[in-house]
Structure formats: C-alpha cells, structure tokens
C-alpha cells in the first residue's frame, strides 16, 4: 500500500506572506505619518515666523507713525516757543528803552533846574550891587560848578547808554540761544527703524523621503517573509 501527502498550502504558504506584508503596511505607514509629523512640524514653525514677522512689521510702523507724530508735535512747539521768545525779547527791548529814556528826562529836568538855580544866583548878585574881581570870581566859580555838575551827568547818561546797549544784546544773545535750543528739537527729522530681517523657512521633509521609507517598509517585509518562511516541499511516504 502507499499513502501519498500533499503540503497544507494555507498553513505553510500563506502565513508568512501575510506577516511580510503586514511588516511592509506597519513600516509604510510609520514612514508616512513620521513624514506627515515632519512636515506639520515645519508647516507650524513656519506659521509662527511668518507671525511673528509681521508682528515686528506692525510694531516697527506703529514705532514709525508715533516718531512723526511727535515730531510734527515738537515743530509746532518750536514755533510757539520762538514767538514767545520774540514777544519777551521785544518786551525787554521796550523795558530797558523806558529805562534810558527816563535816565534821559531825569538828567534834562536836573539840567534845568541848575541853569535855573545859576541864573537866580547870578540875579541875586547883580541885584546886591557886588562888583569887581571877587563879584567877578564868584559868577565864575557859580558857572564851573554847573558845568562840572553837567559834566557828571553827561558821563552819568552816556554810562547809561552803554548799559543799555549792553541790555539789548544780552537780550538778543538770550532769545537767539533759546531759538536754538528750541530747533535742537527739530532739527532733524525722524528716520524709521530698520526693517525686520524676512524669515528663513524650513523646508520640511521631501517626498524622495518619504518614498525611500515607504521603499524601505517594504524591503523590510520582504526581508521578514524570506527569514520566517521554510522551504516548502511534497514529500512523499512509502510503505511497503
């Protein structure tokens, strides 16, 4: 008698392939969802550059709009503050005049009253009969006294003269370091900052990548079926 046996193709043939391609389908998808990982990693880092970017553009024009505000701001505050210096200088101006021009009245009323007073004394005298050299030294002592005492007051006014010369350019001096104290402010227009350097993008993964591991998930299935599979073979049993 001889009994024949044939191989259980199911059991011997098909199980290592379905675990050669379960082992491709596990290594193909952990290459996809680590490329997809990769690239949704790269996607939000470059979201938050780009955010970021224009976070520095919107601050950087805010920065830029305020600069000219001022600015427009400080050169109407040079222009009020050089009117008012103006206005005080010419006040000073007109002050230290009225000044000179009452030392001026004073010296000129002082002035009369001495010809006055000289003019009596030289009344009083004639009228008391006096006469000769002495009468004679007299009047002329009585004249040089006032025109000494003229003499003071003519130096008097011209030293106040002088002072008032003085006075006026201190005032111009003042007002014209006030102006430019004042334009310092102004003198030079605002500039905007510079610009914020555009952001370096990452690429993320390349698709060559992916196919290379989605390659490689199946090389790995293919190497696993070789390794777990045995040879299959009929095999034959006699009896005699």
Not at 96 to 113: D, H, P
Not at 220 to 239: D, N
Request: glycine share 8%; charged share 20%.
């Amino acid at each position: 008698m001889v009994l024949t046996t044939w191989p259980l193709l199911n059991f011997a043939v098909c199980e290592p392939i379905s675990m050669g391609i379960a082992t491709a389908g596990v290594g193909a998808l952990g290459a996809y969802g680590q490329y997809q990982s990769q690239q949704d990693a790269a996607r939000a880092a470059n979201q938050g550059r780009i955010n970021n970017y224009k976070y520095q553009l919107q601050v950087r024009e805010n920065n830029w709009m305020r600069a000219k505000s001022d600015w427009e701001n400080d050169k109407i505050n040079y222009e009020e503050t050089v009117a008012d210096n103006s206005f005080a200088a010419q006040e000073g101006y007109a002050r230290a005049q009225r000044q000179l021009n009452e030392q001026f009245k004073a010296a000129a009323f002082s002035e009369q009253g001495d010809m006055i007073k000289l003019l009596e004394s030289q009344g009083q005298m004639a009228a008391s009969g006096r006469a000769g050299k002495s009468a004679q030294r007299l009047d002329d002592s009585m004249v040089a006294a006032w025109g000494r005492n003229n003499a003071t007051k003519a130096a008097s006014l011209a030293s106040s003269k002088e002072g008032y010369q003085q006075q006026v350019e201190d005032i111009w001096r003042q007002q014209r370091d006030a102006n430019e104290s004042a334009f310092d402010e102004v003198a030079f227009a605002p500039q905007p900052d510079m610009a914020p350097q555009k952001p370096m993008m990452e690429k993320g993964p390349s698709k060559l990548g992916l196919v290379t591991g989605i390659a490689q998930a199946g090389m790995g299935g293919f190497l696993s079926l070789i390794h777990i599979s045995e040879p299959t073979r009929l095999r034959r049993i006699s009896y005699a």
